[in-house]
């Protein structure tokens, strides 16, 4: 059964960092796309980064762009998301996402992920 456990959430101030973690089981995870969304109460779900060995550029959101990394470290099976100079803008629900035989144009879309984490909660707020 595949598995994606999520930690890494909490509460920061604006212009804090948190990172994000993904660990995946029952999948052969270095052929996997690997990717973060996010969810605001009352909004809907929405593409953060995406990471693909069939990925020329690693494609991250508008909003987030130069502030968010993300990587995986293959021998560990995890994706983490570093977030850098966080907003309040930034709080939401973030989920781990993954998918097999991906194509680029897929990667920032929610129906080209075959499964998804629980979710983790992160707050931005003085």
């Known amino acids: 059964q595949v598995q994606l456990v999520e930690s890494g959430g909490g509460l920061v101030q604006p212009g804090g960092s948190l990172r994000l973690s993904c660990a995946a089981s029952?999948?052969?995870?270095?052929?996997?796309?690997m990717a973060w969304f996010r969810q605001a109460p009352g909004k809907e779900r929405e593409f953060v980064a995406a990471i693909s060995q069939r990925t020329g550029s690693i494609p991250y959101a508008n909003s987030v762009k130069g502030r968010f990394t993300i990587s995986k470290d293959n021998a560990k099976s995890t994706v983490f998301l570093q977030m850098n100079n966080l907003k309040p803008e930034d709080t939401a629900v973030y989920y781990c996402?993954?998918?097999?035989?991906?194509?680029?144009?897929?990667?920032?879309?929610?129906?080209?992920?075959?499964?998804w984490g629980q979710g983790t909660q992160v707050t931005v707020s003085s």
């Open positions: 996402a993954a998918a097999r035989g991906i194509i680029m144009s897929q990667l920032r879309s929610q129906s080209g992920y075959d499964h």
């Open positions: 029952g999948v052969s995870f270095i052929t996997y796309a």
